[in-house]
C-alpha cells in the first residue's frame, strides 16, 4: 500500500492529471467523431487553467524563456500547425513529459536535470510537438468507452489531494490504471511521434543522436530510482523497442549534424539545468547535483549555481563567497555580478551594491535586473528622478517587470507626480491579478489626469476592460461543464 500511494503522490500526478483531464473533456464532440481543432484549443485552454491550479510551475523566467525557444526553434520545422503551442517546465523531479490539447506541452525539471545537452530537451520537446501534431489525444479520446464523468472527477481530485489514506490510494490507482489503458497511446502513435520528433530534430539542426540518448537515461533510471519507475516510460510506452527503431533509423538515414550549433547552445543550457537544481531542488540533493556538475563541466557557472541555492537556504554570507568564485573565474558574466550586487543589497550594503549592479549594467546595458536594484537604490537615497529613469528604462527592456511598476508608481508618488504613481500601481495590481487594487488606482489616476484629456481617456479605457474581464469571470460557471458534460 505505501509503495502504491508513494508512487500516486508524486511522480504518477503528473501524468495522470493528463490523462484524466483530457478524459474528462471528451464531451467537447460525440464519440466516433474527430473534434475539430477549434474544439480540441477550446478543451486546452479549459484543461490547461486546472493544470496551472494543480501542478507547482516552475516560474523563473530565465528558465521559462529558454526552454520555450527551444520550443519555437522546433516549431519553425513543423510548417503549417492548427495551434501557437506554449511550453511549461513543472516542479516535479520525477521524469516526465506530455502534451495536452491546444498545443500546451509541459517537461518536468526532473527529466532536464539528467539531460546533458539542448539536443535532448529540443528531442523531447520534438516528440511532444510530434503527439499534437498527429492529434493523437484527440484520437485517443474519440476511441475511449465513455464512463461516468463524476466518478472520473472525484478520482481527479482525489489524486491531486495526495491520495490521502492508504486505501483511497489504493482506489486511485485501480481506478486511474482502469482508465489509462483506455488512453494511454498506442505503439504505432509513439512510433509515429518518434518519426516527426527526429525530423522535427534534424531539420533544426541539433544532433539527432539527442533522441536515442535521453530515452536511454530514462530507461537506465529505472534501475536507479527506489521511487519506481520513471513516468514517461508508463506515459510512453515501448521505450526499449523504440530505441531500437531509433538507432536502426539513424544508421540507415544520413543526418546533418550542426556541431557548430550544439557548442553554442550548450552554456545556455547548462545555464537552465543549474537553476533548476538550484532554485527548485531538495537543497541537501542540490549540493550533490551542483558538486557532480563541477566536476564534470568546471568553470563558473556550478559556482554560480551553489550561491543561488545557499541564498535560498538562508545562508547568504555562504552564498556571496560562491559569487565572487563565480565572477573569478568569468569576469564578464553581467549574471554572476548582478546576483552578487543584488545579494549586497539584500545585506543593507547599498554602497557595495551600487557598485556591482553598474559594473554588471557596463557589462551589459539591457541587464534589467541590475537596472531595477539601481532604481531601488535611488529611490532609498530620495533621488526620485534618477529613480524613475531607472525604472523606465527596466520597463522598456522587459514590459514583462512587474515589480518595476511598484516601485516606479513609488518613485513617481514622492516626487509629487500622483496621476503617474496611481497608474503604475494600478498596472502592478493588475498585472498580479489584484482587480480591486487595480480599479482603485486607476480611479485616483482618472483623478489626478483630469487636466490631459487624453491620458485620461486611456484610463478610462484601461478601466472598462477591467471591469468588463471581471464581468466575464463572475458570469462563467464554476467548471459545470468540465465536469459534468454539456
Not at 537506465?220 to 515501448?238: A, D, V
Not at 537604490?377 to 517587470?401: G, T, W
Request: charged share 25%; net charge negative; hydrophobic share 40%.
Amino acid at each position: 500500500m505505501i509503495l502504491i500511494r508513494k508512487r500516486f503522490d508524486s511522480a504518477a500526478k503528473v501524468f495522470w492529471i493528463a490523462v484524466l483531464v483530457s478524459f474528462l473533456t471528451a464531451y467537447v464532440s460525440p464519440v466516433g467523431a474527430l473534434m475539430t481543432p477549434s474544439e480540441e484549443a477550446k478543451m486546452g485552454t479549459e484543461v490547461l487553467a486546472q493544470i496551472k491550479k494543480s501542478l507547482p510551475l516552475v516560474n523563473d523566467p530565465r528558465v521559462v524563456e529558454y526552454v520555450n525557444k527551444v520550443g519555437r526553434d522546433i516549431l519553425l520545422q513543423v510548417g503549417y500547425r492548427d495551434f501557437p503551442f506554449e511550453f511549461f517546465v513543472v516542479d516535479d523531479g520525477s521524469l516526465n513529459a506530455f502534451a495536452i490539447p491546444g498545443g500546451y506541452v509541459f517537461i518536468n525539471r526532473g527529466l532536464i536535470q539528467i539531460m546533458d545537452g539542448e539536443s535532448e530537451l529540443a528531442a523531447v520537446l520534438s516528440h511532444e510537438v510530434g503527439h499534437v501534431q498527429a492529434r493523437h489525444i484527440a484520437r485517443r479520446i474519440e476511441e475511449t468507452t465513455p464512463l461516468n464523468i463524476a466518478t472520473m472527477a472525484a478520482t481527479l481530485l482525489a489524486i491531486l489531494a495526495g491520495g490521502g489514506k492508504a486505501g483511497g490510494a489504493i482506489a486511485v490507482g485501480a481506478a486511474a490504471a482502469s482508465m489509462s489503458y483506455q488512453l494511454q497511446y498506442s505503439r504505432q502513435n509513439e512510433e509515429e511521434a518518434d518519426r516527426l520528433g527526429m525530423k522535427y530534430l534534424a531539420d533544426s539542426g541539433y544532433d539527432i543522436n539527442g533522441s536515442v540518448s535521453v530515452f536511454k537515461k530514462m530507461v537506465q533510471s529505472r534501475f536507479m530510482n527506489m521511487e519506481g519507475i520513471p513516468t514517461y516510460l508508463s506515459t510512453h510506452p515501448g521505450l526499449n523497442d523504440r530505441i531500437v527503431y531509433m538507432e536502426n533509423t539513424l544508421s540507415t538515414d544520413k543526418y546533418a549534424i550542426d556541431t557548430q550549433k550544439e557548442r553554442a547552445t550548450q552554456a545556455a543550457f547548462l545555464s537552465c539545468k543549474v537553476r533548476l537544481i538550484a532554485l527548485y531542488e531538495d537543497p541537501k540533493l542540490g549540493v550533490n547535483l551542483l558538486d557532480e556538475l563541477a566536476r564534470k563541466e568546471g568553470g563558473a557557472l556550478p559556482h554560480y549555481g551553489m550561491g543561488l541555492l545557499l541564498e535560498r537556504s538562508r545562508k547568504v554570507q555562504e552564498a556571496m563567497v560562491e559569487y565572487e568564485k563565480a565572477i573569478r573565474l568569468d569576469p564578464s558574466d553581467s549574471e554572476y555580478v548582478t546576483q552578487m550586487g543584488m545579494v549586497c543589497y539584500a545585506t543593507g550594503n547599498c554602497a557595495r551594491a551600487s557598485e556591482y549592479l553598474d559594473r554588471a549594467v557596463s557589462l551589459d546595458p539591457r541587464q534589467s535586473e541590475a537596472l531595477l536594484y539601481l532604481g531601488r537604490i535611488a529611490l532609498d537615497e530620495s533621488r526620485f528622478r534618477d529613480a524613475q529613469a531607472l525604472l523606465e528604462k527596466v520597463l522598456n527592456l522587459n514590459p514583462d517587470q512587474n515589480e518595476a511598476y511598484q516601485y516606479l508608481g513609488l518613485a513617481y508618488g514622492r516626487d509629487g507626480k500622483l496621476a503617474l504613481a496611481h497608474e503604475n500601481y494600478a498596472i502592478y495590481f493588475e498585472r498580479t491579478g489584484d482587480t480591486r487594487n487595480a480599479l482603485y488606482h486607476y480611479d485616483k489616476a482618472l483623478e489626478y489626469s483630469g487636466e490631459t484629456p487624453g491620458r485620461a481617456q486611456e484610463i478610462r479605457q484601461r478601466i472598462e476592460k477591467l471591469k468588463n474581464k471581471g464581468k466575464e469571470d463572475s458570469k462563467k460557471p464554476e467548471q459545470e461543464g468540465w465536469w459534468h458534460g454539456r
